[in-house]
C-alpha cells in the first residue's frame, strides 16, 4: 500500500474543529444548561434574529413558551442520542420566520435559528416524489459503480450543486472519486482522482462519522465568535453536531485552491464506519434548505444501504464460489494418495482459487508450478526463507507487497507482487502459493500527495497544496491484497492436504516397514 502524507500529518489532526468557538453568519446559535434551560453562550450576532442580549435568560423567554417546551420534551433526561434534532420554523420577536434547530450534547442544548438569506434563488425544495424515485433507482442499480453515479445525479439534482462527487476511503484512509455528476459547463473533472489520507484529517472524519452532514453557503464567511457567561467562558460548546459550525480555515483554503465556494459533504455510513462522503461543490456561493439538507443525508442513507447490499451479495456470491472450488479439490485429494497431482492435474487446480494468475505445491525440495509463477529454483528460496522467518505459531502468510518483503523475489515482481503461502504440515516441509502480479501500476492523484502542506502565514499556520494537476504515480511492486477469508480458505485446504501426507507418510512405513 501507498502511504502518502504530507511531511507532518500531525499538524492537521491537531485541530479540534468541534470547538472552533464560531459559526457559520447565516445562523443564530444558543446554548443552554441541559437542566436549567438558562443560556449559558450564544454567538455575537445574536441580534441578527432576537431582539436582546439572552446570556443567562431562561430559554422560554428567549425562544417562547411552545418550542422551548418541544425541546424540553424531546431533548431533557436520559437516554437522549447525541446529535437528535428538533426542527421547525418559528416567529421570533423580531418578526422574521426563522429555522430554528436544537440538539443535545452532553450537558448542552444547542438552538441553531437559521434566518434564510437574502438572495434564496438556489433554494429547491425535494417532494416526497422526488425522494421515492430517487431511492428507487437506487435499488435498481446493480453495480456499486452504477448506484455511485445514481447517487451523486440524484444528490445533485436534488441540492442543486455544479458537482457532486461520490468520494470512497480506501483501508489507509487515503480516497478516490468514484462518480461524479456536473453541470457540464464546468470542464474541471475529479473523477478517478485519488487523494492521501491528510487532506480529510482523523479528527475529522471521526467527527463526520457522529454528525452526517456539513453545508458551507459561501466559503469567504466573516465567522461569528461565540460569547459565554463568565462560569462557564472555559467551557468552550461542543459543535459538533451543530450545523452552522465554523469549519477549519486551513479546509476553507483547500476550497480555494480548488476554485470552489459553496460546497457540502455528507457521511455515507456503512455498519457505522465511515465509507465515504457525498461531496457537493459550487463555483458560487450557495444555499441549501433545512429541509433539503435533510433530504440528502437520506439520499446518502440510502445509497450506504445500497453499497451494503451489494458488498455483502458480492462477498458471499465470492466465498461460496471459493467453498464449492475447495471441496471439490478436499474430493481429489481423498482420492489421492499424491496431493501435488490431486492439486494440479484435475478439471479444478489450486489456480482455480483467490484469482491468483499462478500457484505452486512444494512437497521437500520438489516444486510444481500452475501458471505464471518465478521459476522452480526461485519458489524453493522462497520456501526456504519462509521456514526461516516464518514465526513457529504461524501456518500462513499473506502479502501484497511481496518484492519488499523479499527483495531476492523483485526480479519476479512481474508475476510475484502477491504472495499466498500456507504450510501444510508442522515440520514445514510441504507448502501451497499463490501468486499475484503486479497491479495497478499507475496511480492518479489530484495533485502531489507527497507535499500537500506548505507553511502559512497570518492567521492560517499551514496550508494545503495549491494543485490539484494530475499527479500519476509509478506503482511497483503492489498487487490486489488477499482477503483473510481467502487466507482462511488456503489454511482449511492445507489441513486436508496434511491428510494425505499422513496417509502416504503410513503407507511408506507400511511397505518398508
Ligand atoms: C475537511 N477535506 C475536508 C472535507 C473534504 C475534504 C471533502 C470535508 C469538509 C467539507 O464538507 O467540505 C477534502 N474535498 C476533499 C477531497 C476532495 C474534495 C479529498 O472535493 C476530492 C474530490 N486538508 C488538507 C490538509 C489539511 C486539511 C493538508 O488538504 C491539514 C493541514 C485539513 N480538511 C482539513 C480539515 C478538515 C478537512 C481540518 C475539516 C473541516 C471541518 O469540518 O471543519
Redesign the pocket.
Known sequence: RVRAE?VDPS??ER?P?HI?GAIQPHAVLVAADVDSLAVVACSANVRDALDRDPLGLPLDTVLGAGLTGRIRDALQGEGVDPGRTVRERVMLSAGLPVDAMAHRNGERIVVELELAPAHPEDFRAASQLDMELAVGRLRGADSLEGAAQVAARETRALTGFDCV?V?RFDPDWN?A?IAEDKDPAWSRS?LG?H?PA????A??RA??TRSKS?F?IDRDYVPVPLVATPATANAPVDLTFAQS?S??P??LE??RN?G?NG???VSILVEGRLWG?M?G?HRRPHYVAPETRAAATVLADAFAMRVYELESRRLWQEQQAHLALESELVRELARSDDFVSALTENTHTLLDLFDARGAATVSQDSVRCLGETPPADAIRAIAAWLRETLPADRTSYATAEFPAAHPPSAPFAACASGLLAVFVDPERRHLLLWFRPETPSTVTW?GDPRK??LAGSGPVA?L??RSFERWVEERRGTSEPFATWQVGIAEALAQAVEGVVLRQQRKISELTG
Do not use: K, N
Open positions: 504530507p499538524l492537521c485541530e474543529i472552533p462527487l468520494y480516497g472519486a475529479l482522482l487523494f491528510s487532506d480529510i484529517p479528527q475529522a467527527l463526520y456539513r458551507v459550525r469549519l477549519s486551513i479546509h483547500y476550497q480548488l470552489v460546497s457540502m459533504s462522503l461531496i461543490h489530484g500537500p502542506v499551514v494545503p497544496r
